[in-house]
């Protein structure tokens, strides 16, 4: 069985990876994400590519091989399962369990994270709107917008939260824009980097355009 460090390099890549839409990762970039100096990075890449979960180019990068990806895949699906028990069976706070999961996808058991799947009725998306991969890896992936970069009268659906700090979920729980909600983008302030929306008919929320970066959403249609 991999060890958790091994698993948490995979998973790291992976994200990387998506949001570099497959590129190659940068050495340095993995080294900030793993919080380690630039070498202990390089020796763990060369030991996970001489395992086959990544290939590696000196002084380009690295990215997943197909055996990889899959056990990426498999260390989300724990995450985000033990994520979604611990809200809705624990009843965490859903700016708890980001760190809780950390620590649990190492342990868990296959016997018991299929039963946990079984008694959630089998989630598609964890308490923060991550996709959960199912058993054989295959994730859903829609195709969302960033709430920032929506115009004035759009209407929208919260769909995923990207910052899991917890500091940041619990002002976005505070302030309603938890995922499944519905807004409207009533106006745009470019000077002040600020976006002012009304919440599902009711109460309006002034965010800056960072913190509304970090909102995903789907987008219906602008109001005429």
Known sequence: MPSSTVENYVKQIFA?????????????????LMEVVPGTATSMIK???????????????????????KLALHVLRRHRLVEQFLVQFLE?????????????????????LERMD???????????????????GAMELS????????????????????????AFLQF?????????VFIQVVSRNSAADALTIQIDGGSTVT???????KIQVHVREPVS
């Open 172 to 180: 976005i729980d505070r302030s309603g824009l938890t995922p499944g």
């Open 16 to 32: 990387e990876q998506q949001r570099r839409g497959g590129t190659l990762v940068p050495m340095g970039r993995i080294a900030d």
């Open 47 to 69: 030991a996970l590519a001489e395992s086959g979960l990544v290939t590696y180019e000196p002084r380009e990068g690295t990215r997943l091989t197909e055996g990889g990806e």
């Open 143 to 166: 195709t969302l917008d960033p709430l920032d970069g929506c115009e004035e009268g759009s209407q929208v659906r919260i769909a995923r939260i990207l910052d899991q700090d917890p």
């Open 207 to 213: 965010l800056g355009l960072t913190a509304a970066m």
């Open 92 to 112: 965490l706070d859903w700016s708890e369990v980001h760190e809780e999961a950390e620590c649990l996808e190492h342990v868990i058991s296959e016997k018991v």
């Open 118 to 136: 079984t008694i959630l009725g089998h989630p598609r998306f964890d308490p923060h709107g991550d996709p959960i991969p199912s058993p054989t």
